[in-house]
């Protein structure tokens, strides 16, 4: 009974938080959208890719991995959050220099792009902070506290509001590139304010000494079993979409379509579509950060009847927001996509993904079951396989001369194989489980 109080109660108030999160940070991205217009989306959209691959690289799946091993309590704390930290400095301070390095090498010959050199430039610089973040939110998430990472993330939207209301117009003024770089500068900045924010929440008995700032190798092997399957699997993810713009840009370009065409539909895609397309993420978030901490107690515990009641609960919460938004889209997407942007670029995209998109909420939860059942690998197997029917589906398609809808159909394609994929290594688990159970042997 405590153990549902608790896993409800987390998840209400990742949910309550989200709700405010996800409105405040849809007001800053239609307030930005408006002021920097299509082309500075465009030019942030290409380099989105890059910065997601990269951020991945830079954080190494920690949140995840935190969580997991403080929910088990089974190592020190302090020394996992020491141990964490030093070695994601070091990781970062590779990146960072091999960023700076490769940046023109990326935005003019792999992106055809000499403008998103500076953007590239300052993502880069995000990563060392951003790490730093994630591994004290994931402290957070492993105890079940989730109110100082709702009330840090509440703050950081608010401070990216201000920056944006405030600084964005001064910049585009002066130059499109400052103001596609503001964000990146902004996000150093929210980063910042959040990691002060949760150092405020941690409890009082906890004193951070000198001395406890230690690099164990035994706890490093811990973090980086758990954290090498997961972020492999999230590696390999945006590789795919790293070269999503790469491939689309070449192949496109390649079949007879304009650059600013390209650049244009693109920039509506990624600024208006999908944005419109995962409002309800957050509830899908909410889920899955709860669900894992507590997946990974009661898995511990052997308690495979809470198991099943877990992720029966998330997917049904999942599937049934996910089939009431995609209804709401059908219906209202022209209303939602011309009061919010003025705009009705990307609302043919967006008929044609509402059906599919309600799987599309359920794969994170299906995914996040998988990793904290030490299936970690299986979720990079299923990735794999996404990454490379996407990727082909892409460069097939471009022949067909389908415009944006080859990245659209292959988008379907992906969500339809990944989320089927991750149904039955879930459904193999139970069932091998079961198997073992009733096994005479045993």
Do not use: W
């Not at 970062?92 to 500076?118: D, P, Q």
């Amino acid at each position: 009974m405590k153990s549902t109080n608790l896993f409800v109660k987390t998840t209400l108030i990742l949910i309550f938080g989200g709700i405010i999160t996800k409105i405040l940070g849809f007001i800053n991205r239609l307030i930005f959208t408006r002021i920097v217009g299509a082309e500075v989306m465009g030019l942030y959209s290409l380099v989105m890719p890059t910065y997601s691959l990269l951020i991945t690289i830079a954080t190494l799946a920690l949140p995840t991995t935190i969580s997991k091993l403080v929910a088990e309590d089974k190592h020190n704390n302090l020394k996992i959050i020491s141990t964490s930290t030093i070695f994601i400095m070091l990781i970062n301070f590779i990146v960072v220099i091999l960023m700076i390095i490769s940046a023109k090498f990326m935005a003019n010959t792999l992106l055809h792009e000499e403008r998103c050199y500076l953007l590239i430039i300052a993502m880069s610089l995000t990563f060392p902070i951003i790490s730093i973040s994630s591994i004290i939110k994931g402290y957070f998430y492993g105890k079940q506290n989730m109110l100082p990472n709702v009330v840090s993330n509440v703050i950081e939207q608010i401070v990216r509001g201000l920056l944006i209301f405030f600084i964005v117009p001064l910049l585009i003024k002066k130059s499109i590139i400052l103001a596609s770089c503001s964000l990146f500068v902004f996000s150093f900045i929210e980063e910042l304010v959040s990691i002060f924010v949760n150092l405020a929440f941690l409890p009082k008995n906890i004193k951070i000494r000198k001395q406890n700032i230690v690099f164990d190798k035994y706890t490093l092997k811990n973090i980086l079993s758990i954290s090498l399957p997961t972020v492999s699997s999230r590696i390999i993810g945006n590789i795919g979409y790293f070269f999503e713009p790469i491939i689309l840009k070449n192949f496109l370009s390649l079949n007879g379509y304009g650059n600013k065409y390209i650049l244009v539909e693109y920039g509506a895609y990624n600024a208006y579509t999908i944005p419109i397309l995962t409002v309800p993420s957050f509830f899908i978030t909410a889920i899955s950060s709860a669900l894992i901490p507590e997946i990974s107690k009661q898995y511990l515990n052997n308690n495979i009847k809470l198991l099943k009641k877990r992720l029966k609960e998330s997917l049904f919460f999942s599937i049934t927001i996910g089939l009431i938004y995609s209804a709401i889209l059908i219906f209202f997407a022209k209303f939602i996509l011309t009061t919010l942007y003025k705009t009705t670029l990307g609302l043919n995209y967006i008929k044609v993904l509402a059906p599919i998109f309600p799987l599309f909420y359920i794969e994170n939860v299906l995914m996040s079951f998988l990793q904290a059942i030490n299936k970690a690998h299986i979720t990079m197997k299923i990735t794999i396989v996404g990454v490379i029917i996407k990727i082909i589906t892409l460069i097939i398609l471009s022949y067909f001369h389908i415009g944006m809808y080859t990245l659209v159909i292959s988008e379907i394609i992906n969500i339809f194989v990944v989320v089927f994929l991750n149904i039955y290594y879930v459904h193999k688990f139970f069932k091998n489980y079961k198997y073992q159970s009733f096994s005479p042997s045993l």
